[in-house]
């Protein structure tokens, strides 16, 4: 069944019809979703969120968007919520310089703190880089050791080839759908079968042909389907391949 590694089924824009669209994934064929939390507070219900239902795993960490509400308790409280047995990454967490909504020495000191605190309670990492690769990659290289993925890529071939020599999954989204997407696949073309992931981050990305409405879960149909095109396979050896794939990473049965 389809794996969608990274949802935000939490955002407001579920608030009317959440406990429908998750009761739906299976009908739609996804087995298996990621929450991916932005906060301290937003970690805390994802993983409320995760404990309630089967089907959802969580990511608790604290986005670069939201490096500054770091504290001196922020560390001790998502250790705690990792040790919850539906929670399955730290994230998501990374560089954003597109926005720049924390300051970038903040973002790069929050980043690498939660990259040595999954690396001490050994867990992956689900990095967010937007506009920040350079960054992103002497950062990640300082942790020889730290298992992640990047999600959303939206980087070159040549930076998936050195993230998947790092040992990196690459995961791709509604973005190989849209029109402008050579780049995105040409990296998701080199990217082994073995190291893909597939994604929404719904509410976000809404791929073709769905442009400017609410992106869902089953809606990484989608990506499947544009990856089983680009690597030239049956998409259902891309569904089967890509779950398998984010049961490794995640650490599931
Ligand atoms: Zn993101
Ligand atoms: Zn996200």
Redesign the pocket.
């Known amino acids: 069944m389809l794996f969608d590694t ?1 949802v935000h089924l939490l955002d407001e824009r579920f608030d009317g019809d959440r406990e429908e669209v998750v009761a739906q994934l299976t009908g739609h064929g996804v087995g298996n979703v990621v929450e ?1 939390s932005s906060d301290l507070e937003n970690s805390v219900c994802a993983a409320a969120f995760a404990r309630e239902h089967d089907i959802v795993h969580a990511a608790v960490g604290i ?1 670069p968007h939201s490096a500054g509400e770091w504290d001196g308790h922020t560390e001790e409280e998502l250790r705690t919520l990792l040790q919850e047995p539906k929670v399955v990454a730290v994230g ?1 967490i ?1 560089l ?1 310089y597109h926005y720049d909504f924390s300051p970038r020495e903040k973002q790069k000191e929050v980043f690498e703190k939660q990259i040595r605190l999954a690396l001490d309670v050994d867990m992956p990492i689900v990095v ?1 880089s ?1 506009e920040a690769t350079a960054d992103t990659l002497e950062i990640l290289k300082k942790y020889p050791g730290v298992r992640g993925e990047l ?2 890529f939206s980087g070159s071939a040549e930076t998936a080839v050195e993230l998947v020599k790092m040992g990196f999954y690459i995961a791709f989204g509604g973005a190989l759908t849209f029109k402008n997407a050579r780049k995105t696949i040409e990296a998701a073309r080199a990217v082994p079968t073995e190291r893909l992931l597939v994604e929404t ?1 719904c509410p976000y990305m809404t791929p073709v042909p769905f442009r400017g409405k609410r992106n869902e879960p089953a809606y990484v149909r989608y990506a499947a389907e544009k990856l089983a095109e680009v690597k030239e396979v049956p998409v259902e050896e891309i569904v089967r391949v890509t779950e398998e794939n984010a049961k490794r990473f995640f650490g599931l049965a």
Request: hydrophobic share 10%.
């Open positions: 990274h991916a986005h998501e990374g954003d967010h937007r999600h959303c981050d």
